[in-house]
């Protein structure tokens, strides 16, 4: 890209509305990115000595399935860097040096928003707390994405989603009973805070509007996880009883409230590592289970006193699921869906990634994953904004940032460096 050119971005909701992205790994740059996607300036500053840790991650030899390593040279190839950070600009910064603290306060007095996931003290620490920041623009929004906030006891220490997860006690809630937590593996409380990151930048976005006021958006990565335990509060604070697993391990089954059928069924074929194919069914209500049973071609157990009534079913459901599985178990999982759903029965695939990637044909016509041009992936397919807005929809315009890619649009055109001047701190190891 030439010096001082910038992307074409065209309109969006957020268009015109600027963000400086001082985060990394997966919680923070979820917030921001979300926001490029409706058309706003996100510009990520990184490190200049150290890359991104999803950045990195590309080059530190992930196996292929063919159990090999893969090793990259380039910082620009890793899928979750690229799809953490499409629609942003890129550039690097030495937070650390006098020259490099003065250039993030220039930018930060021509922007809206500055939305940063350290731990709390970490931007003090480069002079750059909310106090300072409010002074240099009164109209700012500071959204700090920490694991504890920045009040509290704990508000110090470090985390990560694993550690949102335990401390929340969703970890402790999770896995079967008698038997150790089981634990959530994926850090889903970075993606969930994300999601809630980015409500309160457009709420705090909304306020300024009105107001002409900046805000300090302090969100606790692990208050947000308790949200998601909403049935273990409730059952203490009317049954009085504390936190536990269930007392046998219901799978599949409905419980709260009981409901059969109410499973997943295997069905013909394996996929590519030999696991078993399955499609899930419900039936709500005694019109979806007689029509299950016209659809499996056995009417008379609509009239069995075992299957007569939601309260028998669920009192045999074994019995019942091995009936209903003997009818899905010679039959292509999608083809179950099909035929259940068009009579009328709840029914869904159980997909893996691949399917959900490669052949959901639902998700591919709503555009989940649209494919952009990357510089060195070539097309390349990312994570979609996922609601679709009649009139200002989100649009995926771009790739992820090359390391260094916009400094000169940064420094040069926003801050009104010239060539030379920018081309002097990168050799000083500012930018």
């Not at 963000?19 to 510009?43: K, M, S, Y």
């Not at 936190?243 to 391990?249: A, K, S």
């Amino acid at each position: 890209m030439e010096a001082g050119t910038l992307p074409t971005y065209g309109s969006g909701p957020l268009s015109g509305v600027r963000v400086v992205d001082f985060t990394w790994w997966v919680v923070g740059p979820w917030a921001p990115r979300l926001l490029a996607d409706l058309g706003a300036e996100v510009i990520k500053v990184e490190r200049v000595d150290q890359f991104d840790g999803t950045r990195g991650n590309s080059m530190l030899g992930r196996r292929a399935r063919s159990g090999r390593p893969v090793i990259r040279e380039s910082p620009n190839q890793s899928g979750g860097f690229n799809n953490l950070n499409a629609n942003k600009l890129g550039a690097t910064l030495n937070m650390r040096h006098p020259k490099g603290l003065e250039l993030a306060e220039r930018l930060i007095a021509k922007s809206d928003c500055v939305v940063e996931n350290f731990s709390a003290g970490v931007m003090e620490s480069w002079g750059l707390g909310w106090e300072r920041m409010r002074e240099i623009n009164p109209r700012l929004i500071y959204v700090s994405l920490s694991g504890w906030g920045h009040s509290g006891a704990w508000s110090g220490y470090r985390s990560y989603g694993p550690t949102a997860a335990a401390i929340s006690g969703l970890t402790y809630a999770s896995g079967l009973p008698g038997a150790e937590s089981a634990g959530w593996g994926f850090s889903y409380m970075d993606v969930q805070g994300g999601f809630l990151g980015s409500l309160a930048l457009v709420s705090a976005l909304y306020h300024a509007k009105r107001t002409g006021e900046g805000s300090f958006v302090d969100y606790s990565i692990i208050e947000g996880a308790m949200s998601m335990l909403g049935p273990y509060f409730l059952d203490f604070d009317v049954n009085g009883r504390k936190t536990r697993r269930p007392d046998f391990p219901p799978g599949n089954r409905s419980i709260f409230p009981p409901l059969a059928p109410h499973n997943t069924y295997r069905c013909t074929g394996q996929d590519a590592v030999g696991q078993d194919r399955w499609c899930f069914i419900a039936c709500e209500t005694e019109e979806q289970w007689g029509a299950l049973c016209h659809l499996m071609g056995r009417p008379e157990l609509a009239r069995d006193q075992r299957f007569s009534s939601n309260a028998a079913r669920v009192e045999h459901q074994d019995e019942l699921d091995a009936i209903i599985q003997a009818w899905t178990e010679p039959l292509p999982r999608y083809d179950v869906m099909s035929r259940c759903q068009s009579a009328g029965i709840i029914s869904g695939v159980v997909q893996n990634g691949e399917d959900r990637v490669e052949y959901d044909p639902q998700l591919r016509e709503r555009g989940v994953y649209p494919v952009i041009d990357h510089p060195e992936l070539g097309p390349y397919g990312y994570e979609a904004y996922a609601p679709k807005l009649s009139r200002t929809p989100a649009k995926a315009r771009r790739g992820a940032p090359l390391y260094k890619e916009h400094n000169m649009y940064v420094y040069g055109e926003l801050l009104g460096l010239s060539a030379d001047e920018v081309t002097q701190l990168q050799n000083d190891g500012i930018v």
